[in-house]
């Protein structure tokens, strides 16, 4: 079974573009969520969605935004790239959003590594 | 807020050492605990977790035990192999939260 799914693995922007990333989550999964991990640190929490609508975002500019379509798919948009925008960006599905303790466990993909010239 | 803080890294052990990671967490309650495995090139994979105190993970031979006295949750291993050597994180979440929470990582590396 195909796991978490991310494209491109690799991009190279200039500062000022935009770029859109895409994940698909695993077949059955509901939830999808977006972590930035800088080199060198831990990931941090972009955005979670489910069933197509915003279940929680991070400490992250309005220049970051996403959304998920009805197939569960989700795209990460960031605009107006900084240099700071740099780094590995992955997502992350589940089969539903919180819930009990322990449930619902997170499966990340390999991720996209963005790189800001 | 919440944070999680794990020991300065990178750790190089010889095959068949013991290791140790520590992690210790800052959050109000009592949240679910998580050490994941990242090796080169690929995403994040889940070790092993914990959802209550006294609670101990296990996996591949890597335990942690979920110790809310001392706010801890140190992953441990008996006898180490090459094929261990990736950077490991530590992480938590709150119940009814789908978000995580990380430490920066501990790169460890296995020498033959």
């Known amino acids: 079974d195909a796991g978490v799914t991310q494209s491109p693995t690799h991009l190279i922007k200039t500062r000022g573009q935009h770029v859109t990333l895409r994940c698909s989550p695993i077949?059955?999964?509901?939830?999808v969520s977006w972590y930035q991990q800088v080199l060198g640190q831990g990931p941090q929490f972009i955005f979670q969605?489910?069933?197509?609508?915003?279940?929680g975002r991070g400490n992250f500019p309005d220049r970051f935004s996403a959304r998920q379509f009805p197939n569960y798919s989700s795209e990460l948009n960031v605009n107006a790239l900084l240099l700071g925008d740099s780094a590995l960006y992955l997502c992350?599905?589940?089969?539903?959003?919180?819930?009990?303790?322990?449930?619902?466990?997170?499966?990340f993909g390999a991720g996209s590594r963005l790189t800001v010239l | 807020g919440d944070s999680v803080t794990q020991m300065e890294g990178p750790v190089t052990l010889s095959e068949e050492a013991f290791l140790t990671i520590n992690c210790t967490y800052t959050a109000t309650g009592y949240p679910s605990l998580f050490w994941y495995v990242q090796y080169p090139g690929e995403g994040l994979q889940l070790l092993l977790k914990?959802?209550?105190?006294?609670d101990k993970g296990s996996n591949k031979g890597f335990e942690a035990t979920y110790r809310k006295e001392t706010t801890s949750f140190h992953l441990e291993k008996g006898s180490v192999q090459v094929s261990d050597s990736a950077v490991y994180f530590c992480?938590?979440?709150?119940?009814?939260?789908?978000?995580?929470?990380f430490g920066q990582g501990t790169r460890l590396t296995i020498n033959p």
């Open positions: 969605y489910y069933e197509k609508e915003e279940r």
């Open positions: 914990a959802t209550k105190a006294d």
């Open positions: 992480a938590l979440r709150h119940l009814g939260a789908q978000k995580l929470v």
């Open positions: 077949s059955g999964h509901k939830s």
């Open positions: 992350a599905s589940s089969l539903g959003a919180g819930g009990r303790a322990g449930a619902n466990v997170l499966t």
